[in-house]
C-alpha cells in the first residue's frame, strides 16, 4: 500500500472555487483542512468548510486558540460550522498572536474548555513539531502534545497529529519513533509542500522558522543557489516512504500543504507512486481511500 494513501491537504477560505474545480479528481471523503488565516473571516472559512462537505470531501476547519476573543466567539464559530455540517472534525493550533486575544492563551485551554466536547466534535487535530518550534522549547512541546492527546483520549475524541512541514525526512521519522515509545499512538499525517514555487517556499519556512540549510535543501531537491522555478515533494516522500515501518511507526498519512496551489498538489499526488507498504492494514497504510482515518 502507498504512501500516499488518505491524504489529506490543506487550503485557505478563499480557496472554495479551486476546490469545486479539483474536487472530480480527488477521493471520496479526503480531509479538507480550512485554514485560520487573520486575513479572512468567519464567513470565508465557513463558506469553504461547507463547499468541501457539499462536494463530497471531509471538512476540518481551524481554530486558533489565540484569536478568539471570548467563550461566546467560540461557540459562535462552532455553530456556524455546524449548520454547514463542518463540525464532525477539528485542527486547534494556537495561533500566531503573542498575546491572547481572550481567555485561550494555547490550543490545550480550547480542548480544556469543553466547548468542543458540547458541541458534539468527533475528532481533532492537533500540531506537531519534528523540527522543533523556534518560540517554545522541545520540552514544553512534547509535555502539550501528551497533554491534548490524553485529553481528547479521555473524552472520546479520536486525536491525529497533524504536522508541521520540514525538508529532512530523518528528524521526522525519528520524532514519530520517539512518539510511539512514549504511548503516543494518534495517527500521524506528515505536513508535506504541495508543488510551489522555491522562493515562496523559502518564506513560508522561515515564517515557521524550519531550517533551510544548504545540505537540508539540496535533499529535498532544490539549490539555495537557484531560486527560480518551482519544486515539488519527490525526494522527501520518497525517503520517507522507505523509511516507513508501520510496526514500529504506526499509522502514518500525509498531508499536503497546498499555498493556493490546489490542482498542482493534486495533479502530483494522481501522478507520483511510490514503493508500497508490506505491513498489515491494522496497523500500516491503507488504500489510498481520503476517507479512511
Known amino acids: 500500500m502507498s504512501v500516499l494513501d488518505g491524504f489529506s491537504l490543506e487550503i485557505t477560505g478563499r480557496d472554495a472555487a479551486r476546490l469545486e474545480e479539483t474536487a472530480p479528481l480527488l477521493p471520496p471523503g479526503t480531509r479538507v483542512h480550512v485554514a485560520y488565516l487573520a ?40 455553530a456556524a460550522l455546524g449548520e454547514v455540517g463542518a463540525l464532525d472534525e477539528l485542527f486547534v493550533v494556537g495561533g500566531d498572536p503573542t498575546t491572547p486575544a481572550g481567555p485561550y492563551a494555547d490550543s490545550l485551554a480550547v480542548l480544556r474548555s469543553g466547548a468542543l466536547q458540547a458541541a458534539g466534535v468527533r ?13 517554545i522549547a522541545r520540552d514544553v512541546l512534547a509535555a502539550a502534545l501528551r497533554a491534548k492527546v490524553a485529553l481528547l483520549t ?71 543557489a537557484n531560486l527560480m522555478g518551482t519544486t515539488g515533494p519527490d525526494a522527501f516522500v520518497a525517503a520517507l516512504s522507505h523509511g516507513l515501518e508501520p510496526a514500529r511507526h504506526g499509522e502514518v498519512r500525509l498531508h499536503f500543504y497546498t499555498f493556493g ?33
Open 39 to 78: 486575513g479572512e473571516t468567519l464567513e470565508q472559512r465557513v463558506e469553504a468548510a461547507g463547499a468541501a462537505r457539499s462536494l463530497g470531501l471531509t471538512p476540518v476547519p481551524h481554530l486558533a486558540a489565540r484569536r478568539l476573543r471570548s467563550r461566546a466567539e467560540l461557540e459562535e464559530v462552532l
Open 154 to 224: 479521555e473524552h472520546g475524541i479520536a486525536p491525529v497529529v497533524v504536522t508541521q512541514f520540514g525538508f529532512d525526512p530523518q528528524p521526522v521519522l525519528g520524532w514519530i519513533d520517539g512518539l510511539r515509545r512514549e504511548g503516543i499512538g494518534a495517527p500521524v499525517r506528515v505536513g508535506v509542500p504541495g508543488p510551489v514555487g522555491i522562493k515562496r517556499l523559502l518564506a513560508y519556512a522561515r515564517r515557521f522558522g524550519i531550517a533551510t540549510s544548504a545540505g537540508i535543501t539540496r535533499k529535498y531537491g532544490f539549490s539555495l
Open 261 to 293: 496551489g490546489i490542482a498542482a498538489s493534486v495533479e502530483w499526488i494522481r501522478n507520483s507512486s511510490f514503493p508500497t507498504c508490506t505491513s498489515d492494514d491494522s496497523v500500516g497504510l491503507r488504500i489510498r481511500d481520503g476517507s479512511s482515518r
Open 123 to 135: 475528532g481533532v487535530g492537533v500540531a506537531g513539531y519534528p523540527d522543533g518550534h523556534p518560540d
